[in-house]
């Protein structure tokens, strides 16, 4: 069964993992909507449509030709994410309760392990780094990738190549992620051209930005400090200044769309006092999927103007 990480943790009843488990959602916009399917073993194997068969009317003692689809067989192996939450207990002694200063070192904890699966949604390559997934800009190539021009530094952004990403989402995408930057000049655009701007809740009640019904959800920095989506890819005109970003629409769906995938449930161990710290043990074997090849869809290039 597909669950999302804020569906999962109304389900759990220890509440240390609870807690922690809250924590994903609400920091990543893409927690909050990517839906996660259970794989048994290291790797999940299916087939990814390519070309459908071929059909046509028949007359009376006419036969059809045959005609077979295409099916393109891939792999997506699962990965091991998280990290060690410790408290010396001579802070335990100096500040107070266990419990309480425990909850904020295991809340940090989790925030980073959230921001860091959000950075590889995007910015993953298992070629750079074989412990890690891919994400969307190593995934989406060919008709998936919109370029926004050639221009020697990028270009500016245009409704009209925002609509033409969005429409090689098939069946219209469920969210759109960009940078703050690029959400002011979405709303700039939208007013310049005489359209109202319209806000949707997230499922925390927070106001969002849309265009054209779809929510924009803002990707700010990683754990490190740096902007996940900033103006830091090259430009398309030789690739020689690294000014420009991108825009991504994705429609989710488990096994289906873009996907999570999680060896059973996300691990929030409470390891309790080893030597002279308290730790708490936050581990979740996990990974993504792309399974439609209209998916998802990025638009690149984009200038900061």
Known sequence: MSI???EAAKLVQNPLMRGVIEIFPRTSPVLERLPFFPV???????????TLPGVAFRGINESYTESTGVVNPQTERLYVLGGLSAVDRALVKTQGNVNNLRATYDGMKAKAVALEFTKKFFKGDSEDDVNEFDGLETRLTGNQVVDMGSSDGGDTLTLTKLDEMMDAVQGGPDVLFMNKTMRRKVNA?????????????????RQLSSYGGVPIAVIEQDKDGNEILGFSEPDLDNG???VTTSIYAVRFGAAEWVSGLQAGDMDVVDLGLNRTKYETLIEWVCGMGVFHPKAAARLRGIKNA
């Open 4 to 6: 999302t990480l804020l």
């Open 240 to 242: 020689d200044k690294s």
């Open 189 to 205: 655009l939208i007013r310049a051209a005489g359209q109202a701007t319209e806000t949707v809740s997230d499922a925390f009640g």
């Open 40 to 50: 048994n073993g290291q790797a999940y194997v299916y087939n990814q449509e390519e």
